[in-house]
């Protein structure tokens, strides 16, 4: 029997961070080098279909220990960590007892986790807190969630006691870069429900996310030989850098937004003198209003083409994802229960929406209703992640209750 803690610090040592740069499918190669292990471990608590498909997705099922029909639950976590800071000899230590001091990180002193910075620490006094070393991430964004997983079915099936319906478990590559579910093949998993763990502060429940879209805005001006340039050349990454700056400095964009608010945000950009790009995501909790900024920035675009004669500007638009709540409150069974299991495990209900997206945005619009459940993962992406081993806990105990609740409806 392995202790959450032990699951999760032998997991975040495998590298598995994903490539946007990767066409391949799954992005990396070296994320399968976690997904064995896990198919291994299932394989050996009883799990007999567990496997790993050539796409990277493990899919596995905890059977059914009651004698009725009950809907078929998934639970789901990704087992990649994020492009943004390496995930490459990840060293886990372990805070015993925390009692509210800055965290030192030994490998890069500068790297100091302080409560100041990270007031949420202070509300885990006494807990196991785990952090890396200072020079990676820790991955505890979504490997706290694997580990949680994988603790609840020990739990089950070291307990057959406790009551159940079928349970699938999926584990999938490539969240991070927003193709964490492009090959899931729903038919195979078969399960009605699904709750995702990647969400963070203890009784956190999200069942909402943005809606978003990406956009990429063209500019195409007319080349020509810089030394017999004039009166011909029109610089497409001038009306580019144009564009940027009639972008408004105030507002619609992630640092000037909060809570409820959408925006729009470059995320790269590119070009040459005759053609010149600019990749935008484009994020709002109500479909509607994405129409509403795209137009916005469309316009922009207009305006700021037509001082260049002789330019020409386009605008591509594409689906990215859709806020989940549109799809997860058309059953209430789904949230209740999940904020009752949370109240069973004696701590109270955050009932939060995500201002991003989850494998469970897409899952739910797949067929699959699928908001998103608490690990204690905390300052994702970077060098000060941490993780409190008793919010890892609590959330498989979470797990345990929701499974029993399902088993009764």
């Not at 230590?93 to 965290?103: A, E, P, S």
């Not at 196991?128 to 200072?134: E, F, L, M, Q």
């Not at 083409?305 to 859709?322: C, D, H, I, L, N």
Request: with cysteine; proline share 5%.
């Amino acid at each position: 029997m392995k202790t959450i803690e032990a699951r999760f610090c032998e997991y975040v040592k495998i590298d598995t961070q994903s490539d946007p740069n990767s066409p391949t499918q799954p992005s990396t190669e070296k994320q399968k080098d976690l997904s064995r292990v896990l198919v291994a471990e299932l394989l050996e608590m009883g799990l007999s279909d567990a496997h790993l498909d050539d796409s990277g997705y493990v899919y596995a099922t905890l059977p059914s220990n009651v004698d009725h029909e009950v809907p078929v639950l998934c639970f789901c976590a990704h087992v990649d960590t994020s492009p943004d800071c390496t995930g490459e000899g990840v060293k886990p230590l372990v805070h015993r007892d925390y009692q509210g001091q800055v965290l030192v990180l030994p490998d890069d002193t500068s790297q100091v986790i302080s409560p100041k910075d990270h007031p949420y620490l202070l509300e885990r006094i006494g807990d196991d807190i785990v952090t890396a070393s200072g020079t990676t991430l820790l991955g505890a964004d979504d490997k706290a969630g694997v580990a949680v997983i994988m603790d609840f079915v020990q739990q089950m099936t070291l307990n057959p006691e406790l009551p159940h319906g079928a349970i699938k478990i999926l584990f999938t590559p490539d969240e991070e870069i927003g193709r964490g579910v492009d090959k899931v093949n729903i038919e195979k998993l078969g399960a009605e429900i699904g709750y995702t763990l990647d969400a963070g502060e203890r009784g956190c429940y999200e069942d909402e996310t943005f809606s978003a879209d990406g956009a990429k805005v063209h500019f195409y001006g007319v080349s020509a030989h810089p030394g017999y340039a004039k009166d011909k050349l029109v610089n497409a990454l001038k009306i580019a850098g144009d564009f940027m700056s009639a972008l408004p400095k105030g507002e619609w964009s992630p640092e000037t937004t909060e809570d409820t608010q959408g925006f729009v945000h470059p995320v790269t950009m590119g070009g040459v003198a005759e053609h010149a790009w600019v990749q935008f995501i484009v994020r709002d909790f109500k479909t509607a209003n994405l129409f509403v900024h795209e137009a916005r920035l469309e316009g922009i675009m207009n305006d700021v083409v037509s001082r260049f004669p002789g330019a020409t500007a386009k605008m591509e638009v594409s689906e990215q994802y859709r806020n989940m709540k549109e799809v997860v409150d058309l059953d209430p069974r789904i949230s209740s229960l999940a904020v009752k299991a949370i109240e069973m495990a004696g701590i109270p209900c955050q009932l939060t929406r995500a201002r991003g997206g989850t494998d469970g945005s897409r899952l739910s619009f797949m067929g699959l209703p699928c908001p998103n459940l608490f690990t204690g993962e905390m300052a994702f992406h970077g060098k000060h992640e941490y993780v409190s081993v008793q919010d890892m806990e609590k959330s498989s105990e979470v797990l345990v209750h929701l499974a029993g609740l399902w088993s009764q409806v």
